[in-house]
């Protein structure tokens, strides 16, 4: 079977949707079932994403894959096109931009309104990455809940519990700088405990700074170093006000760092039992929350690993290469 596979999203990032390329890849590509043809079109920039939102998806793409026969094309995030003769699978990982806009730049918000449920109608088959997304998009859009299919994301064999571990006393936040990550009140309840605050993550939109002692930003980390934060860490932070995953709480899991996470989302589906769960508005709860997962180290440690162990990207790109079949019979 000949697949299109829209690899945009590598040009573009290294967090989120790359992260989700970059795991299942290599097993799509190992199976020999499968026939992958990979498109892409531009870069970062301002200008590249117009173009390549509204001429590539919208026109070009669906065109490039008709001509290349493909039997299936999956866009691996909603940005894809309208219109295709080839039957289209989306992969869905939140509906932010639209539960809060305010969170993303004008081009996004606008583009978000116009084109995600078009997108989402379009698709033959939709990929949830979570039960949590799957209620968002049945709730928000109207979307057939027959039409879904979940499959959470895995975890890379970087991350694993063996390994060497940063030094020194910290509480690690992952995420990129935007204001969903919900920062500032994450340092503002770190700063209480007289603990440092180190960041791993690109510098995002919404003039999100980190201000004040004793929070240090890192940067995008190679994943060998992410992994060694992960497991010399305090414990890892994560109160995101939204998301249709959480990957970084998978990650940290399976490195065995103590994990703080938002209660009544996504994270709380991935964490299943082996977090401290917080209201992420209030600092106070996120302070307390990282003192107990602190004093908790030992049982969340062995509690995360075992649940992380229940993920995995061959397990992922098995379901979906399942719903490529389903797509094309």
Request: net charge positive; with cysteine.
């Amino acid at each position: 079977m000949r697949v299109g596979l829209d690899v945009s999203p590598l040009r573009q990032t290294r967090a989120g949707s790359a992260r989700y390329i970059e795991g299942l890849l290599p097993h799509l590509e190992r199976d020999e079932a499968l026939e992958l043809r990979r498109f892409a079109f531009g870069g970062g920039g301002r200008a590249a994403a117009a173009a390549r939102d509204v001429a590539w998806y919208l026109g070009v793409l669906p065109v490039q894959a008709r001509r290349a026969r493909v039997a299936v094309l999956h866009c691996p995030t909603f940005r894809a096109p309208v219109r295709s003769r080839v039957p289209l699978v989306v992969t869905v990982h939140d509906l932010a931009v639209l539960r809060h806009p305010r969170a993303f730049n004008r081009w996004s918000r606008g583009y978000g309104r116009v084109f995600v449920p078009r997108v989402v109608e379009a698709a033959a088959r939709v990929i949830a990455v979570s039960e949590f997304t799957k209620r968002e998009l049945v709730d928000t859009l109207g979307t057939r809940a027959e039409k879904i299919r979940v499959i959470p994301h895995g975890v890379g064999e970087t991350f694993t519990s063996e390994g060497a571990a940063a030094d020194g006393d910290y509480v690690l936040a992952v995420g990129t700088l935007e204001p969903r990550k919900n920062l500032p009140r994450l340092a503002a309840a770190v700063a209480r405990l007289g603990v440092e605050l180190r960041v791993a993550g690109a510098r995002g939109w919404g003039d999100v700074r980190l201000q004040g002692d004793g929070v240090r930003w890192l940067g995008e980390p190679p994943d060998e170093e992410l992994a060694r934060l992960y497991r010399g860490a305090l414990c890892v932070a994560y109160p995101s006000l939204y998301e249709g995953f959480g990957l970084p709480v998978l990650e940290a899991m399976a490195c065995g760092a103590p994990v703080v996470t938002s209660a009544g989302t996504a994270m709380e589906e991935v964490a299943g039992g082996a977090a401290v769960l917080v209201d992420p508005e209030q600092p106070d709860a996120i302070a307390a929350g990282v003192e107990q997962a602190i004093a908790r180290r030992d049982e969340l440690a062995r509690l995360g690993v075992a649940r992380a162990r229940g993920f995995s990207w061959s397990e992922a790109a098995a379901a979906t290469t399942a719903v490529y079949a389903e797509v094309a019979a």
